[in-house]
């Protein structure tokens, strides 16, 4: 199993950060992908929280993946298939560090037999630690 974690302060409160990420239609501003919306969340949910499911498109790559918790503390997300990698799981971590909140990013999968490792490794940690970037240059501008 391979887990890739990134950690950035943003200059934004965990309200906000969780707000923007359940924004799914306009995730594209923080990740080089078109990601929309095609199951709304769970009765009782907030907008874009647990149950949700999202279409992700990279390249010619699409998959699904649904919300699987979502609050102040954090969101939980998997890939609804094995494709295109196996066991995907997604989980961001919001930390309230005084006007900061430190946002721990963790990525964990199982890579395909034709994908070397380190090559996955290099790809998710890229666009980790970009949409990290994106964030707080977005939070940044506010």
């Given amino acids: ?3 890739i974690e990134a ?3 943003i200059k934004a409160t ?4 969780l707000e923007t990420l359940l924004d799914h239609d306009n995730l594209h501003l923080f990740f080089n992908a078109k990601i929309k919306t095609v199951q709304p969340q769970q009765d ?4 874009g929280g647990r149950g949700c499911i999202r ?3 990279i390249f010619c790559i699409k998959f699904r ?3 699987t918790q979502a609050s102040a503390m954090g ?6 298939n094995d494709f295109p990698v196996k066991s995907h799981l997604g989980h961001i971590r919001f930390d309230k560090q005084g006007q900061y909140t430190e946002v721990a990013y963790t990525i964990s ?3 395909p037999w034709y994908l070397p490792t380190f090559l996955l490794t290099a790809l998710l940690k890229n666009d980790i630690n970009q949409c990290l970037k994106k964030l707080e240059v977005f939070y940044a501008a506010s």
Avoid: A, D, N, T
């Fill in 109 to 111: 999968c199982q890579p």
């Fill in 65 to 67: 993946e649904q919300i």
């Fill in 55 to 57: 279409q992700v498109s």
């Fill in 14 to 17: 965990p309200s906000q950060l």
């Fill in 7 to 9: 950690k950035k302060q």
């Fill in 44 to 47: 009782g949910e907030i907008k």
């Fill in 1 to 3: 199993m391979l887990e």
């Fill in 75 to 80: 969101i939980r997300y998997r890939v609804l």
